[in-house]
């Protein structure tokens, strides 16, 4: 039967961004052959092969992905047997986040500089 399915991810990253590629393989330690492999993706069936290669990613699809690899050991099983692969979840984050950051820096940029101010005001008002 098959045996210890699992699933590697190029690049070895979780956190992704639109627009980047990534590709999933499946492989399993124990099995007869022929083996076949499918893909799913929060539970749903995406796709067939060892592969599955998404390009121009973008927020849907993060999830949880697996697979499930199965083979017929002989006529005399129809169903053959499976392997599913424990679950892979990614999460593609946008980019926006840097705005967020770029906008607190300026706004602390502002502040200090108001500080600033106030502190060589504050001098020039005792020196008098």
Not at 8 to 14: A, E, G, I, V
Not at 91 to 115: E, Q
């Amino acid at each position: 039967p098959v045996a210890n399915a699992t699933i590697t991810l190029r690049p070895l990253s979780h956190q992704l961004h639109p627009g980047d590629s990534m590709t999933l393989h499946c492989s399993v330690q124990v099995a007869s052959a022929p083996v076949t492999f499918t893909w799913l993706h929060n539970g749903q069936e995406v796709a067939q092969g060892p592969l599955l290669q998404l390009g121009a990613i973008d927020e849907g699809h993060s999830g949880t992905y697996q697979c499930v690899a199965t083979n017929q050991l002989d006529g005399r099983q129809p169903d053959g047997h499976q392997a599913l692969s424990p679950e892979l979840a990614l999460k593609v984050t946008p980019w926006g986040h840097s705005d967020t950051v770029a906008a607190g820096v300026g706004w602390a940029l502002l502040f200090l500089l108001l500080l600033v101010g106030v502190i060589v005001a504050w001098h020039w008002c005792h020196h008098l």
